[in-house]
């Protein structure tokens, strides 16, 4: 028990020096724009498919699920803004980061495992490269850029999922509905949820970077790599969540 | 002995006095080495003996303790970055695993380092030309799109050593260049190894466990044991020598 309590201490530790490593190193040139644009496009392209369905089912069942609840106290009138606003707030921006975490984030993990164990990175740093650069500030960079474009699709798709069911169920158009999302959502919804993504993207990312490029025990290594990577940078989003909503909390209380 | 004056080699890698430890693991325990211009010299240890922390060492990836280690006349410790990433274009690299980037094609994989070296096509070559000059120097040319999943074993050192070459570097550090793989192959690396120093007219440091490799394309052995230059000379010496340590890499 005090061998994992200390070696969560080390890790955390760890990820910490390795974050302010990419701070560091991301002010100062040379800068790798090519690769960042390849890795944005990678991470935007490979998710976005995943992040429209699941957005999309998201939109149409949390409306089916609250939909009799409402009609039971007549308030169904109320449906739009209460799924836009939870969509928007909380629902879009959560399922998004665990989409990522799982995707990207073990995909990050597992490729800089990989390179690492083939000595790749060593190739690289022979070649004139600087690894940390060329590998962890694109990606880190590129998640935390791409995180919320993925969420505002993913907003939009749920949005009109559950405006598919409205239709649907209740005959409501898709102009009305929309009208009604809009009316009740505020840029104190959009804002908070944008600049948490932010954060998500980062904390993912940064994760599975450390996790990757300090992978050890060979090929076996790889995996468990990769399941860390996706374990503790979902536990990460719940926690960035928790405390992103404590502040935005506060400031709705202004 | 007789020296000839107007043969006089420069060292291109001398090494002194270097220690190197991973805690209370000490892999090398003093060595002394020196590779002189032209020379292809082979490295033979046991597994886990510290040869490719030895070579590590000399490019850089991994920091010595203390000793001396020079490279092309500069003292690989004290190097900045910079410095370390300039040395880097004279010194090739090839890693026991090919180490080819997998995400990237052939062509791409023998760019990278022309590229990161800031390297343009200049009036008489272009980036390209060079990469099939030196696809074509290993026999590879018709792999140029191919990615690295779809390459066998050998080729792919084939290709990691046509990707050391495209700098035109004037030292080349093998690790297990034929690990690997079959005698046949192996030997096939063993000779490209001597048409490269021909051609290219590079010194070489070999890490081997392969014999025949040994014999094949180096002019003298050098055995580390306990961390040291246990004992040294060319292939036929080593094995008519009646030194414990040699006869067990040389006993058939």
């Known amino acids: ?254 | 002995m007789m020296t000839q004056k107007n043969n006089i080699q420069t060292p291109v890698i001398e090494i002194k006095d270097l220690h190197k430890s991973f805690g209370n693991n000490h892999v090398l325990r003093g060595f002394d080495f020196t590779l002189m211009e032209g020379e292809n010299v082979a490295l033979l240890g046991k597994s886990g003996s510290g040869k490719s922390v030895l070579i590590k060492c000399l490019i850089g990836l991994i920091k010595i303790d203390s000793g001396q280690m020079r490279v092309l006349g500069q003292s690989v410790p004290d190097m900045t970055q910079k410095e370390l990433d300039a040395i880097r274009r004279d010194v090739g690299f090839l890693f026991q695993g090919s180490a080819l980037y997998d995400s990237m094609s052939v062509r791409e994989n023998l760019e990278f380092p022309m590229r990161r070296h800031h390297e343009k096509d200049d009036g008489s070559k272009t980036l390209l030309a060079r990469v099939e000059e030196a696809l074509d120097s290993v026999g590879l040319l018709h792999t140029l799109d191919l990615m690295p999943s779809e390459l066998s074993g050998g080729m792919k050192k084939r290709v990691a050593i046509a990707r050391t070459l495209i700098l035109q570097p004037k030292i080349i550090l093998y690790d297990e260049p034929t690990g690997g793989l079959d005698p046949i192959t192996g030997r096939e690396i063993s000779y490209l190894i001597n048409k490269v120093q021909e051609q290219y007219k590079t010194s070489a440091l070999i890490i081997t466990h392969d014999l025949a490799c040994a014999k094949i394309s180096t002019n003298r052995i050098v055995i580390l044991s306990e961390g040291k230059n246990y004992i040294e000379g060319s292939y036929d010496e080593l094995e008519r020598s009646s030194d414990p340590v040699a006869q067990e890499f040389f006993k058939k």
């Open chain 1, 1 to 254: 028990m005090l061998k994992r309590i200390k070696k969560f201490f080390i890790t955390t530790g760890e990820i910490t020096e390795f974050s302010i490593r990419y701070f560091r190193e991301f002010l100062f040139p040379p800068y790798e724009f090519q690769e960042l644009l390849k890795q944005s496009f990678l991470i935007g392209n490979k998710s976005i498919g995943l992040v429209g369905s699941t957005g999309f089912i998201m939109g149409i069942v949390l409306t089916l699920q609250t939909r009799p609840t409402l009609v039971e106290f007549g308030a169904e009138s109320w449906m739009p803004s209460m799924v836009g606003i939870a969509i928007v707030r909380e629902i879009g921006p959560v399922i998004t980061a665990l989409i990522c975490a799982g995707k990207v984030g073990s995909g990050i993990s597992a490729e800089l495992a990989s390179m690492k164990v083939t000595e790749q990175i060593d190739a690289m740093e022979v070649s004139g490269t600087n690894p940390f650069k060329y590998l962890v500030i694109t990606r880190v960079t590129a998640a935390t850029i791409m995180l919320p474009v993925l969420v505002v699709f993913a907003d939009l798709v749920s949005l009109i999922g559950s405006a598919l069911v409205e239709y649907l169920k209740g005959g409501v158009t898709l102009q009305l509905y929309f009208s009604k999302v809009f009316e009740y959502l505020s840029y104190g919804d959009l804002i908070p949820s944008i600049i948490k993504s932010f954060f998500f993207g980062f904390a993912i990312a940064i994760v599975s970077c450390y996790k990757g490029f300090n992978s050890s025990k060979g090929t076996e290594g790889v995996g468990r790599t990769a399941n860390e990577a996706v374990v503790i940078s979902s536990m990460l989003v719940f926690i960035l969540d928790f405390i992103a909503v404590l502040i935005s909390d506060i400031f709705y209380d202004l």
